[in-house]
C-alpha cells in the first residue's frame, strides 16, 4: 500500500525542487501537488511540465488537485476550465498517475462565515448547478478514460460533493468509470451531519478510487463550531479502524496523508507516515 504526502505539510516553501526533496527524504511513496502555480509566476503547461519533472527526479509518484469552474453561469469561464483540466488529465496521464483529486466549484452563501458547513455546499447545488457540473464532467472522462487516469471528487466541506450522499449522487449521475470518489473522512468528521465512519464507507463502497487520511480535533461536544487540526496519532479520527473499513469494502489504492495545522510541520511529516506504517502493519498490510 502506497503512502503519498500531501504538499500542504511544507507548501509554505514555494520551491518544488526542496519539496519534493523533503517528501521523498521522509520516505514517502508519492506527492498531492495542487493542479496549479499559486504564485501565478508559471503558466498551466510550464508549471505542470517542471512540478512532473521534479517529482520524477525525486522517486516520488504525483497525483494532482484540480478545482473547476463547473457550476458557473459563464460558459466561456467553464469551457476554459474544463480545457485546463483536460490538460491536468493528459498530464497526468503521461506521469503515470492513476487518479486525480478534482474539486467541482465552491459553494459558499452569502454572509454565513466558512466554518458553518451545513449552510454551504451540497445543500444549495441547484438542479442548474448539478446540471452543469455533470455535463463539465462527463466530457473530461471522455479524456480520462484514454490516460488511465480515474477522476476523484473529494469529499470536501463547502462543495457539492461533501458528504457522502451527494458525492455519490454526483458520481452516479455523471455515470462513467473513470470518476469516482476521493474519501476523506476528516472533512466529514467536521459537518455537523457526519454520520460515521462505517456508514461513510458503506455508503460510498466500490465508488472509492483514492483516500486522504489526516486527523482532526473537534469541540461540538461542548456546543461549538470550534475545531482543529492534529498530528496524524493526536485527534479524534482512529486510523486503524478506518483502514480496516476500507480494506473490507475492497479498497487496494494508495493513501495520501495531510496535515492541516498552521506553523512549520516539517517535523510531522517524518512522524505521521511513522505513525501510519504502525497503524497499516496493524490492520496486516505491508
Known amino acids: 500500500m502506497k503512502i503519498y504526502m500531501h504538499v500542504n505539510y511544507i507548501e509554505w516553501l514555494d520551491d518544488l525542487v526542496e519539496i519534493t526533496r523533503r517528501c521523498a527524504g521522509a520516505g514517502y511513496d508519492g506527492i498531492e501537488l495542487r493542479a496549479r502555480d499559486r504564485s501565478n509566476r508559471l503558466s498551466l503547461d510550464d508549471y505542470l511540465k517542471l512540478s512532473g519533472d521534479v517529482a520524477k527526479s525525486a522517486g516520488l509518484d504525483v497525483v494532482y488537485g484540480f478545482v473547476a469552474e463547473s457550476t458557473s453561469d459563464d460558459e466561456a469561464l467553464r469551457a476554459q476550465s474544463l480545457n485546463d483540466l ?73 462543495y457539492m460533493h461533501d458528504l457522502p450522499v451527494p458525492t455519490l449522487a454526483l458520481v452516479e449521475a455523471i455515470g462513467h468509470p473513470s470518476v469516482a470518489v476521493n474519501f476523506d473522512y476528516g472533512n466529514i468528521f467536521l459537518h455537523a451531519e457526519d454520520g460515521t465512519l462505517e456508514n461513510a464507507i458503506d455508503t460510498l463502497g466500490s465508488h472509492i478510487g483514492y483516500v486522504h487520511i ?17 498530528p496524524l496519532r493526536d485527534g479524534d479520527i482512529n486510523h486503524e479502524m478506518l483502514v480496516r473499513k476500507l480494506l473490507a469494502s475492497g479498497y487496494q489504492g494508495c493513501l495520501t496523508i495531510e496535515n492541516v495545522m498552521p506553523g512549520d510541520k516539517t517535523h510531522l511529516m517524518q512522524d505521521d507516515i511513522e505513525y501510519f506504517r504502525e497503524v497499516i502493519e496493524r490492520c496486516g498490510v505491508i
Open 86 to 158: 483536460k490538460k491536468v488529465i493528459r498530464h497526468a496521464g503521461d506521469c503515470g498517475s492513476t487518479v486525480l483529486n478534482v474539486f467541482g466549484s465552491p459553494l459558499l452563501a452569502e454572509g454565513v462565515p466558512y466554518h458553518c458547513f451545513d449552510q454551504h455546499g451540497s445543500v444549495l447545488a441547484t438542479e442548474e448547478k448539478r446540471r452543469h457540473t455533470v455535463e463539465y464532467f462527463q466530457a473530461a472522462a471522455e479524456i480520462a478514460v484514454e490516460c488511465g487516469v480515474k477522476l476523484c471528487f473529494e469529499t470536501h466541506n463547502n
Open 214 to 230: 489526516k486527523n482532526m480535533m473537534s469541540f461540538a461536544s461542548f456546543g461549538t463550531q470550534i475545531f482543529r487540526g492534529t
